[in-house]
């Protein structure tokens, strides 16, 4: 029970980052703190059921991952928008990206 | 005993709350970083209380382990590493955001309240028998919704080629040291790893581990060693051997799903008799291809060419 309400908290804390978030890392960390709370969610319920339920346990599993790659293509397209364009810094006449 | 399992419970429940509110709410990105991080290590403890062990090793693995090296990886190269004022946009709003997350939070308890239990647990248990593995987890991943997990496997990899074609990131990821310890450690302690990965892997048929946490161990290992400044044998040439290890997971699942046709069984249901052999194949080649994954992703880019031309030029 404990567990569900920690899901529900998590959920908004996580949402209310991601709408008023400032800088991207945080939105991608709100993001991330949005999904943990769908995870919880999901085995949280999974434990409610007798016998113990193996298919949101598999689910979450897949979905940890994802996350992360998701994350992972975030972060670099992140890095990438806080380079210096490659035109800027050479001067022109250089041949972009 | 009982009481002190509840204290333990909402103790939990307060660190974790206060965690996401630092790494979401709290000014300093670095800050918020690390709290995530933590964040990450302790929902490891909430999946073990919720009788969740296979998923706590992932998410002591990948989810504080690999997300928190990409995290710092990538605030590092960030040009401008902290914020200008406050983290939040306004605080005028909080009129309506307390009402408004107030009210959220009650329709979602409502609708968690009168969310039916999930019921597969006996069908899971009834066919266990025929999966060719013990372990009711890695029977549901790898063969009674193998098809979630091929496409899982896909996202991995296409997350991967995303990254890859953006190009060489500009800002090297590899710290520059001169110590002659670190790599060697690195190189020393890979192995361990390796030996760490096949055991989950192995243990997976019949207990918690299997493809997702062997894999996420190895591809620490593999961050570690790039880290030390071991020179790993990936590299951006046309040949890498990396590169088939990457789509192995892929081809071997789709090879599966589209050989078991063959025999003249449906699409990915595995003929009783050999489901075991199957799921430990498709086990090892799906672990092969997330440790490759991960260590792809950690690069942030395209590898280069050479390393040893890379560590030169620097």
């Known amino acids: 029970m404990i567990y569900l309400a920690l899901a529900g908290v998590l959920f908004v804390i996580g949402l209310h980052g991601l709408f008023v978030a400032r800088h991207l890392l945080r939105k991608i960390l709100s993001l991330n703190v949005l999904s943990a709370a769908v995870f919880l969610l999901l085995v949280a319920l999974a434990r409610e059921a007798d016998p113990l339920d193996a298919v949101p346990h598999a689910i979450v599993l897949t979905g940890i991952v994802v996350s992360v790659s998701a994350t992972a293509v975030a972060l670099v397209l992140l890095v990438r928008l806080s380079l210096p364009r490659r035109g800027e810094e050479e001067g022109p006449g250089k041949e972009g990206r | ?314």
């Open chain 2, 1 to 314: 005993m009982g009481a002190l399992v509840l204290v333990f419970d909402g103790l939990l429940a307060a660190a974790l709350i206060w965690l996401a509110w630092q790494a979401t709410h709290t000014p300093g990105l670095f800050r918020a970083v690390i709290s995530f991080i933590i964040f990450g290590l302790l929902m490891a403890l909430a999946w073990v209380r919720l009788e969740a062990p296979d998923i706590a090793l992932a998410e002591a693995a990948i989810g504080a382990g690999a997300t928190g090296a990409l995290l710092l990886s990538a605030l590092g190269r960030l040009a401008v590493t902290d914020e200008a004022g406050t983290p939040w946009q306004e605080r005028g709003d909080l009129y309506f955001w307390v009402p408004a997350g107030l009210a959220l939070l009650g329709l979602l308890t409502l609708a968690a309240w009168q969310l039916p239990s999930p019921g597969l647990g006996e069908e899971v248990q009834a066919s266990l028998a025929e999966s060719g593995v013990e372990n009711p987890v890695t029977a549901v991943l790898l063969n009674f919704r193998a098809f979630d997990t091929l496409l899982e496997i896909g996202v991995l990899l296409l997350a991967t080629v995303a990254i890859w074609s953006l190009g060489r990131m500009p800002v090297p990821g590899v710290p520059a040291m001169t110590s002659p310890v670190l790599p060697a450690l690195g190189r020393v302690l890979f192995p361990m790893f390796a030996l760490v990965s096949v055991y989950l892997l192995w243990r997976g048929s019949h207990a918690p581990g299997g493809a997702f946490s062997a894999g996420a161990v190895m591809g620490a290992g593999g961050i570690l060693t790039i880290l030390a400044g071991a020179q790993p044998w990936l590299t951006g040439s046309a040949y890498g051997p990396w590169r088939i290890l990457l789509s192995l997971g892929l081809a071997a699942m789709l090879g599966v799903a589209l050989g078991v046709i063959a025999l003249g069984q449906p699409f990915f249901a595995y003929p009783t008799d050999l489901a075991g052999p199957i799921v430990l194949l498709l086990e090892l080649a799906a672990g092969l291809s997330i440790a490759m994954s991960l260590v792809a992703l950690y690069l942030a880019g395209q590898p280069p060419a050479s390393w040893n031309g890379e560590s030169m030029r620097r």
